[in-house]
């Protein structure tokens, strides 16, 4: 809209307003708060779910990296207790915990390597999980920042649609996709 006055022209901003209440509703977008949730998931998992008040996922994490942790710890005893059974065989021991009270062992060397390589895979598998789940509660923290920060109304719709067809009352089936014009 414009008005003319002795050769100049003014022009009015009404439009400007409308933008700018546009931009006033959506002021509380935070770019970097997906970047300090991974941070805070970083420094100390759980940290970014509290920070994105996901709390029921804090407990899950835990237990997780704990369980994970729990069997690296007991894989490894093992793989060192079957180590140095092995170690005191090829020394010609006779007084491990798997050969027993007889003569005959009840577990044999060979087997003893093959529980050393199983423990170790485990105790492999163990570290693998818990950084999984470590890395897992990063992405996590980091995903759910960016949407709780998505923009959620109904300018913008699809959702299905169920008709029953009043002619031969078969069932109409579709997807309805509503876009909505200020």
Same mark, same amino acid.
């Given at each position: 809209? =414009?008005?003319? &006055?002795?050769?100049?022209? =003014?022009? $009015?901003?009404?439009? +400007?307003? *409308?933008?700018?209440?546009?931009?006033?509703?959506?002021?509380?977008?935070?770019?970097?708060?997906?970047? &300090?949730?991974?941070?805070?998931?970083? +420094?100390?998992?759980?940290?970014?779910?509290?920070?994105? $008040?996901?709390?029921?996922?804090?407990?899950?994490?835990?237990?997780?990296?704990?369980?994970?942790? #729990?069997?690296? /710890?007991?894989?490894?005893?093992?793989y060192n207790n079957f180590?140095?059974?092995? $170690?005191?065989?090829?020394?010609?021991?006779?007084?491990?915990?798997?050969?027993?009270?007889?003569?005959? !062992?009840i577990i044999s060397s060979?087997?003893?390597?093959?529980?050393? &390589?199983?423990? $170790?895979?485990?105790?492999?598998?163990?570290?693998? +999980?818990? /950084?999984? =789940?470590?890395?897992?509660?990063?992405?996590?923290?980091?995903?759910?920042?960016?949407?709780?920060q998505f923009n959620v109304?109904?300018?913008?719709?699809?959702? !299905? +649609?169920?008709? *029953?067809?009043? *002619?031969?009352?078969?069932?109409? #089936?579709?997807?309805?996709?509503?876009?909505?014009?200020?």
């Amino acid at each position: 809209m =414009f008005a003319q &006055k002795s050769d100049t022209l =003014f022009f $009015k901003q009404e439009s +400007v307003l *409308i933008v700018e209440d546009t931009l006033i509703k959506n002021n509380d977008y935070n770019p970097l708060a997906p970047a &300090k949730a991974a941070f805070y998931s970083a +420094v100390l998992p759980g940290l970014g779910q509290a920070y994105t $008040k996901k709390y029921w996922k804090i407990p899950i994490i835990y237990a997780g990296i704990g369980i994970s942790i #729990y069997f690296y /710890v007991q894989n490894n005893k093992d793989y060192n207790n079957f180590r140095d059974a092995y $170690k005191r065989r090829l020394a010609g021991f006779t007084d491990d915990e798997y050969w027993g009270t007889g003569t005959t !062992p009840i577990i044999s060397s060979d087997r003893l390597v093959d529980a050393q &390589k199983t423990a $170790k895979r485990n105790k492999d598998t163990s570290i693998a +999980v818990a /950084v999984a =789940f470590y890395l897992l509660n990063i992405i996590d923290a980091n995903v759910d920042a960016h949407l709780s920060q998505f923009n959620v109304n109904d300018d913008l719709t699809f959702e !299905p +649609v169920f008709n *029953i067809n009043p *002619i031969d009352a078969s069932a109409n #089936y579709s997807l309805s996709l509503k876009y909505r014009l200020k």
